[in-house]
């Protein structure tokens, strides 16, 4: 049978047939990767009295995170939405938003700024650092979670899409994620669950919902950094947006844009064309690339991660 992966949690799987019908299985072999949101094909295992999945159907987008070795792990598969949520505490790490950011803009999939946690000291300040990635043309959903407040323009936009949140630990993904989705389906238990302290996991599986006025919901763990898997970014632009377009004028066509003469970027952050800080965030990246290509070892070729 084929299947929906609705929930991953090391090598457990809950899936759902085209009926409805939810199942556990786990992946036959150790070299199958399978995440939430994948579709896969199913066999009964009788010696054993489990069902396995043995194939992982084609991909439609899929997002990568670099390991410390700089190889390339899939976070969730068939995703067209990434929201990214921040809120004022615990203190945003804009430069990891970005990071977010230029995974999405590798994977072909949109990308939404959720504020979160409206009523605490500070979203004034928040906001205005947020603009200029609205000038950028990225939507940002100020909402509070926990009071309900205007949650309804962020299930507008997961209405007809496959949607994940992401973002820093404790910034309310969960309290997102009890507003969204009817207590019966919050109740599915897929894997360890802790009631923590605000700023630890709560969550330890991806797990995904279907939501009532339509499209789903991929809630995945909180996360204290994350790297964008190399093999996906254009090297040119790293996935940062503005690239696109600021580069042309480059004197050379492969301006890394730190140091190289005529280099049109670095010079549209000088006098304001480009966000300071959002350049600071590229030359960042731009570091990481290198030495997570370092750890890939000399010689070592960087193809695309399959899906």
């Known amino acids: 049978m084929e299947a929906q992966v609705i929930a991953a949690y090391g090598r457990h799987l809950r899936v759902r047939e085209p009926t409805g019908a939810e199942h556990d299985a786990r992946p036959f072999g150790r070299k199958l990767e399978i995440v939430c949101g994948d579709g896969v094909r199913c066999v009964w ?9 043995v194939e992982v159907l084609p991909r439609r987008t899929a997002l990568y995170r670099s390991n410390a070795r700089g190889d390339a792990e899939i976070v969730v598969a068939n995703i067209t939405l990434l929201a990214v949520v ?5 203190v945003p790490d804009l430069f990891v938003v970005d990071r977010y950011l230029c995974a999405a803009s590798s994977a072909a999939v949109r990308a939404l700024l959720v504020l979160n946690k409206l009523d605490l000291d500070g979203t004034a300040v928040l ?3 947020l603009a200029a990635y609205e000038q950028l043309g990225y939507e940002v959903l100020p909402l509070a979670a926990r009071e309900g407040r205007n949650v309804s323009a962020l299930a507008g936009a997961l209405d007809g899409q496959t949607g994940v949140l992401l973002g820093q630990s404790g910034v309310g993904k969960s309290s997102l994620v009890a507003q969204l989705v009817p207590e019966p389906a919050q109740a599915i238990q897929t894997g360890e669950l802790v009631r923590g302290a605000e700023g630890r996991h709560t969550t330890t599986s991806s797990r995904l919902y279907d939501l009532p006025d339509g499209g789903q919901l991929i809630d995945s763990p909180g ?12 090297p040119r632009g790293l996935g940062f947006i503005e690239l696109d377009t600021l580069a042309a004028d480059c004197r050379f066509a492969d301006c890394r844009h730190l140091s190289e003469p005529g280099c049109a970027v670095r010079a549209a952050a000088e006098d304001g064309r480009m966000n300071a800080r959002r350049y600071e965030s590229y030359r960042r990246m731009r570091r990481l690339f290198d030495s997570l290509r370092a750890a890939q070892g000399p010689g070592r070729r960087l193809p695309r991660p399959a899906g």
Not at 45 to 53: I, V
């Open 86 to 90: 921040i809120a004022p505490r615990p």
């Open 127 to 129: 906001r205005e650092e």
């Open 45 to 53: 295992d009788p010696s054993h009295g489990e069902l396995h999945a």
């Open 223 to 234: 996360v204290r950094d994350f790297a964008p898997a190399i093999q996906t970014l254009d």
